[in-house]
């Protein structure tokens, strides 16, 4: 693909752009590190959400979905559609619960939960697990997909495009903070949207492709349906668009709940709850989660799955089907077009990374150096670490980067070796019998079972993510059963903070004194309205885009009804400040 006069200077003039707005928050960063983490817990909950969308719009994503959408169908998407029932669950249960919390990180939540050393060897494996191992896969299948849309495009070596976007990336993000990476995420969102929606437009206009109608003839019914065929309904399917019913019950039935993943954590975690962390307060932090979800499931994807469909016609026979998004954009789009697509897409990535690079430095920094290395130095000497400490993960991220060879291989492994560990991220809040050890035999389990299915069975991806599951749950609920629990003197403390609700701290909450923690059903009807809302819109805006208004609007009122259950529910409990 020749790029023109105009499409450099578009290119540059967003680099630009990018780079000032880091260079301008770098002082504010430079105050200490609750400004250089957690923007001094000051953020509006429209940047807060915007910036969670953003970091979860990676340059991956829309190569991903492209991909999944012609191996599968629009259906296809359930991999990880089926994560908006974990999102609303956050919504609701835990938004509130993380910014009360008050912690830097979602790591430190650890001794804030727990005591003794098994607390402090839980924060600290913690910190440097996911911090520097899996933050360095996430970043390495991200480098890929932007070093795969460079490759096919302007025919760089991997080399050479993974080392100019990490360059240029980490640059703004270790002098800004999150103050930085926020402000800068809100731009690259709405700068990548509208790249991503220009080029679907492009593409469904062309002469090859009809339009939709288009699509549509062109393409067998089932690929346009958004719920997979299964059982005895998949016979009648192509084999390339059938998704068994077993691979569909572990997407809806257990992954959402079970796995941990970015953007996705069971109970909130990683840089979304970072970003609840750094809201004003908790009705901030309670839309600027909800604002992500609606946004993450139902705005974003419909451009990618457009694209998705026409490679498919314009490339029949191509292998690497997430490789045919950037094919579209090298084959058919047209000059100065080409350069705010590229600009789209370094957007998606350094919204991605940047966020990775901060969050990664934040586990590595105030959970493991500041913590059992150093806990008496000068904020100006933790401000400068953490911009030392952000190369690390950079070149680390790179390195993996080469040893990949597809997106979703790496979205499978993430997901399979954490399976399980889930289900005690998210009782820890609502179960005082939960312990650190809890925590550690679950991520026990769930390496040893990843690696046992893998290397001793020939079960594969969503199929092993069962066998997994099953095994670290009873693994770490016989543990909790055979250790002691956390003091009283911890677990009151704890509740008396947090204020969880439920049936699962009635107990503590008595030798707490005050009022009793309330029932979860209100919570449990918030979160189905939710659901409901979420695919409401999610289907009410597909069947908008193929032209069936009738069934676009029964949709609008399905997502309307469940607004008014919301709004009306939080009233009667007492939400006022959240709904006003």
Not at 195 to 217: E, H, K, S, Y
């Amino acid at each position: 693909m020749t790029l023109t006069p105009l499409d450099w200077i578009l290119i540059a003039a967003y680099f630009i752009a990018s780079l000032a707005i880091g260079l301008y928050y770098s002082r504010r960063a430079s105050r200490n590190v609750g400004e250089y983490f957690l923007s001094g817990r000051s953020l509006s909950w429209w940047l807060a959400g915007t910036s969670m969308v953003a970091t979860t719009f990676a340059a991956d994503t829309p190569l991903a979905v492209a991909g999944l959408v012609a191996r599968n169908g629009v259906a296809g998407n359930w991999i990880w559609w089926n994560a908006a029932f974990g999102s609303m669950l956050t919504v609701f249960f835990f938004a509130r619960l993380w910014r009360r919390a008050g912690v830097m990180t979602d790591v430190e939540f650890a001794e804030l939960r727990y005591t003794g050393r098994p607390a402090a060897i839980l924060r600290a494996f913690r910190a440097l697990y996911l911090g520097i191992a899996i933050n360095c896969v996430i970043m390495g299948w991200v480098n890929l997909a932007m070093a795969k849309i460079l490759s096919v495009t302007l025919g760089w070596d991997r080399f050479t495009a993974v080392l100019l976007s990490l360059a240029i990336t980490g640059i703004y993000s270790a002098v800004s903070g999150l103050w930085g990476v926020v402000i800068t995420d809100f731009f690259q969102f709405v700068f990548a949207m509208s790249g991503t929606i220009a080029l679907a437009v492009f593409v469904v206009r062309l002469p090859q492709i009809g339009g939709v109608v288009g699509l549509q003839q062109q393409l067998p019914p089932e690929t346009f349906e958004f719920l997979p065929r299964v059982g005895a309904n998949a016979a009648s399917v192509g084999a390339s668009l059938a998704l068994p019913a077993a691979a569909f019950f572990a997407y809806v039935g257990v992954q959402w709940w079970a796995s941990w993943y970015p953007g996705q954590e069971p109970g909130g975690g990683g840089y979304v709850a970072q970003r609840m962390m750094s809201a004003k307060d908790e009705r901030h932090s309670f839309f600027a989660t909800l604002w992500f979800t609606i946004a993450h499931y139902c705005v974003r994807p419909w451009p990618w799955i457009l694209v998705g469909l026409a490679s498919l016609i314009l490339y029949p026979d191509l292998q690497d089907k997430e490789a045919g998004y950037a094919m579209v954009i090298r084959d058919f789009l047209p000059p100065g077009w080409r350069g705010i697509l590229l600009g789209a897409f370094f957007a998606a990535y350094m919204s991605t990374i940047s966020t990775q690079l901060n969050w990664g430095t934040s586990y590595v920094i105030n959970d493991f150096y500041r913590r059992f290395l150093r806990s008496d130095a000068s904020d100006s000497h933790y401000v400068w670490i953490s911009r030392l400490t952000t190369i690390l993960p950079m070149i680390a991220s790179a390195i993996v980067t080469f040893y990949l060879e597809s997106i979703r291989q790496a979205w499978e492994f993430v997901l399979e070796s954490g399976a399980g560990i889930g289900l005690v991220l998210i009782l820890r809040w609502y179960w005082w019998r939960v312990n650190a050890w809890s925590e550690i035999s679950a991520m026990i389990a769930a390496a040893l079972g990843f690696a046992g299915v893998r290397f001793l069975t020939d079960l594969r991806f969503p199929y092993s993510l069962l066998v997994v599951v099953a095994c670290t749950t009873v693994a770490w609920l016989i543990v909790t059963a055979c250790t002691a629990p956390d003091s009283e003197a911890r677990l009151v403390a704890f509740y008396r903070r947090v204020r969880p609700d439920g049936p699962g701290w009635r107990e503590i909450a008595a030798r707490a004194g005050g009022t009793p923690p309330a029932p979860l059903a209100g919570l449990l009807v918030d979160w189905i309205a939710g659901c409901v809302l979420v695919y409401a819109i999610l289907f009410g805006l597909g069947t908008l885009v193929f032209g069936e208004v009738r069934a676009a609007l029964v949709y609008m009122v399905l997502a309307a009804g469940a607004i008014v259950v919301i709004h009306r529910d939080l009233s009667r409990r007492g939400w006022q400040t959240l709904v006003e």
